[in-house]
């Protein structure tokens, strides 16, 4: 079964610059998760999706980030304008409904470097 | 407060030896789950066990075994016989709440096994 999908697995760009981070969670799975992992503050969780819905965007860091899930099997993160602070490695996840033990499965996560 | 507290930064281990990486957490919810993660030097998120707080007995997936002090707030994870593969980031997580599906991690601890 194909796991959670992410791209670009890299990406570099100049400061200023649009940034859209994509991701395909698995088939069935309700939820989806954005982190961001730097060595400075760890995973930290920026939003998260239940059937497409925003639930919680308490973890996003700023207006210049946004994320939409316009449907089951496709997310976007976007950072407009990017900042050299947000180098980071991201990482999508998502996982099934259940009763709480459901563990989140990560993608490979896209590593990002504002230059 | 910190959620999830991992006091060791890394830890070293003899290949086929058993290791225990320390995880304690803070909450005041009766429910809640702690999961544990591996990050390889690859950078991907591998889930590797799951303890809820009303399971009676630890949790246990192959080598890996999970000792759940309730009254201490501790979720070690322990790995038998160590292999050369385990060297990894291993991360806490906690989610809180039954329906909450936010994980906090810890900071990680860094383990290395000598052959």
């Known amino acids: 079964d194909a796991g959670v999908i992410q791209s670009p697995r890299h990406e570099v760009t100049e400061m200023g610059q649009e940034v859209t981070l994509r991701c395909k969670p698995i088939s069935g799975h309700d939820y989806l998760f954005w982190y961001r992992q730097t060595m400075m503050r760890g995973l930290e969780l920026l939003i998260y999706?239940?059937?497409?819905?925003?639930?919680?965007d308490s973890g996003m860091p700023e207006d210049r980030f946004s994320a939409k899930m316009p449907n089951a099997s496709f997310s976007t993160l976007k950072i407009q304008p990017s900042e050299p602070r947000d180098s980071a490695v991201y990482f999508c996840?998502?996982?099934?409904?259940?009763?709480?033990?459901?563990?989140?499965?990560f993608g490979d996560g896209t590593r990002l470097s504002i230059l | 407060a910190q959620k999830i507290t991992q006091t060791q930064p890394g830890m070293f281990v003899q290949e086929k030896e058993a290791v225990t990486l320390d995880c304690t957490y803070d909450?005041?919810?009766?429910?809640?789950?702690l999961f544990w993660y591996k990050q390889p030097s690859s950078g991907e998120m591998i889930f590797l066990i799951y303890q809820g707080s009303y399971d009676q007995q630890n949790a246990t997936e192959g080598r890996y075994s999970l000792n759940f002090q309730k009254a201490r707030k501790s979720a070690n994870l322990v790995i038998s016989a160590s292999q050369l593969g385990d060297s990894a980031m291993y991360f806490c997580a906690m989610k809180e709440g039954g329906s909450n599906y936010k994980l906090t991690f810890g900071k990680g601890t860094l383990l290395t096994v000598n052959p």
């Open positions: 909450t005041s919810d009766p429910s809640y789950g």
């Open positions: 999706f239940n059937n497409n819905v925003p639930i919680d």
């Open positions: 996840a998502s996982s099934p409904r259940g009763q709480g033990n459901q563990p989140q499965h």
